[in-house]
Nanobody
Framework: QVQLVESGGDLVQPGGSLRLSCAASKIIFSISVMGWYRQAPGKQRELVATITSGGSPNYADSVKGRFTISRDNAKNLVYLQMNNLKPEDTAVYYC?????????WGQGTQVTVSS
């Protein structure tokens, strides 16, 4: 069974930065589309960013220019670098793997942006 383990969530002040990591196992990582989603209290889960097996990124408009998704296929890792964080970025961030149409989720990591 696919395992995705997120880490890096924390409490940070507005304008600060965080880097989230997702370690994947039991997955053909190199052919998987990897993504980050987030869910704030009382809201639906939403796309933050995805990255194809070839490294092409896609971002939600709300994070363009502030967040960067990347991946290391040799280590089965995907990252989300988050800069200039805003209070509205507060959410649980989930890692997602899509391998040939089959999706898996991690358990999530909490990001709180507050002064």
């Amino acid at each position: 069974q696919v395992q995705l383990v997120e880490s890096g969530g924390d409490l940070v002040q507005p304008g600060g930065s965080l880097r989230l990591s997702c370690a994947a196992s039991k997955i053909i990582f190199s052919i998987s589309v990897m993504g980050w989603y987030r869910q704030a209290p009382g809201k639906q889960r939403e796309l933050v960013a995805t990255i194809t097996s070839g490294g092409s990124p896609n971002y939600a408009d709300s994070v363009k220019g502030r967040f960067t998704i990347s991946r290391d296929n040799a280590k089965n890792l995907v990252y989300l670098q988050m800069n200039n964080l805003k209070p509205e970025d507060t959410a649980v961030y989930y890692c997602n793997a899509n391998t040939l149409g089959s999706g898996s989720w991690g358990q999530g990591t909490q990001v709180t942006v507050s002064s």
